[in-house]
T-cell receptor
Framework: QKEVEQNSGPLSVPEGAIASLNCTYS??????FFWYRQYSGKSPELIMS????GDKEDGRFTAQLNKASQYVSLLIRDSQPSDSATYLC????????????FGSGTRLQVQP | GAVVSQHPSRVICKSGTSVKIECRSL??????MFWYRQFPKKSLMLMAT?????????EQGVEKDKFLINHASLTLSTLTVTSAHPEDSSFYIC????????????FGEGSWLTVV
């Protein structure tokens, strides 16, 4: 079983719609959760981090965390063509090396 | 925001040779850096954790004698791919943890390695 699972997509949404990206993780001791955006051929860039249950909003992005269900999601409101990219979910523990474990990513396509 | 610089961004080398990739934290000190490898359309796979002043910690299945990691200062870690083979061709990405910024991890720009 993969430690961090994501639907590979592609997820296609029309411009202006809400894109919903989901991620599940298997390690219950995970305490830090991140969403990264990666354009083709480029390095990941951090979009959101979330550490406690509930919602966290930053501009058009909302991260949601449910530790009981081991589930984290990312909502992108008013999706733009420039949001088209692969979105990587990553988790880490707050002790030890605290390295990030990544999911395989969901490819998002926003149609103009 | 914090910047992590990686060099070179692209490199082509011949089979059997070695190539070094540098990762620098430009505006903060990083006691821990991480090296990832990413194959096309795949996720980032952690190769090793680089610790300043001590030996790197390698993930299972990663050959430490082939992927030499040195973290000689608080701002520089290097990855040397030794005796490179075509199957080592990949996108190598470093990241550094910013201890004074909530332990946020920042990524370098990545290095494309092609072994011919």
């Amino acid at each position: 079983q993969k430690e961090v699972e994501q639907n590979s997509g592609p997820l296609s949404v029309p411009e202006g719609a809400i894109a919903s990206l989901n991620c599940t993780y298997s390690d219950r001791v995970s305490q830090s959760f991140f969403w990264y955006r990666q354009y083709s051929g480029k390095s990941p860039e951090l979009i959101m981090s979330i550490y406690s249950n509930g919602d966290k909003e930053d501009g058009r992005f909302t991260a949601q965390l449910n530790k009981a269900s081991q589930y984290v999601s990312l909502l992108i409101r008013d999706s733009q063509p420039s949001d088209s990219a692969t979105y990587l979910c990553a988790v880490s523990q707050n002790t030890g090396r605290r390295a990030l474990t990544f999911g395989s990513g969901t490819r998002l396509q926003v149609q103009p | 925001g914090a910047v992590v610089s990686q060099h070179p961004s692209r490199v082509i080398c011949k089979s059997g040779t070695s190539v070094k990739i540098e990762c620098r934290s430009l505006d903060f000190q990083a006691t821990t850096m991480f090296w990832y490898r990413q194959f096309p359309k795949k996720s980032l796979m952690l190769m090793a954790t680089s610790n300043e002043g001590s030996k790197a910690t390698y993930e299972q299945g990663v050959e430490k004698d082939k992927f030499l990691i040195n973290h000689a200062s608080l701002t520089l870690s290097t990855l040397t791919v030794t005796s490179a083979h075509p199957e080592d061709s990949s996108f190598y990405i470093c990241s550094a943890r910013h201890g004074q910024s909530g332990n946020t991890i920042y990524f370098g720009e990545g290095s494309w390695l092609t072994v011919v």
